[in-house]
């Protein structure tokens, strides 16, 4: 079983910075995927950003050159920097990995952007 602990969610003022971490129980080299998603009330989860075990990214339009993914294998531990905040990014950001052709999810962590 995969454990995933979501942490650095928060209230942040349009135009602020927020850096969400997500710790795996288990060694995160085994991950052939790893993202973040986004739900904001009344609407469906959303791609916010992944990275696969080769380093590939890719970003949602709405986040690109604003938020960086990334994976930290010594520390089991995936990233999402988010720079210039606005308040459509407020949702609750979910850790996703993915094991061969099994997923795994976070509990959520909320990020509210205030104007």
């Known amino acids: 079983q995969v454990r995933l602990d979501e942490s650095g969610g928060g209230l942040v003022q349009a135009g602020g910075s927020l850096r969400l971490s997500c710790a795996a129980s288990v060694d995160i080299g085994s991950f052939s995927r790893m993202a973040w998603y986004r739900q904001a009330p009344g609407k469906q989860r959303e791609l916010v950003a992944a990275?696969?075990?080769?380093?590939?990214?890719n970003y949602a339009d709405s986040v690109k050159g604003r938020f960086t993914i990334s994976r930290d294998n010594a520390k089991n531990t995936l990233y999402l920097q988010m720079d210039s905040l606005k308040p459509e990014d407020t949702a609750v950001y979910y850790c996703?990995?993915?094991?061969?052709?099994?997923?795994?999810w976070g509990q959520g962590t909320q990020v509210t952007v205030s104007s």
């Open positions: 996703y990995v993915q094991r061969v052709v099994i997923g795994y």
């Open positions: 990275v696969d075990g080769g380093a590939s990214t």
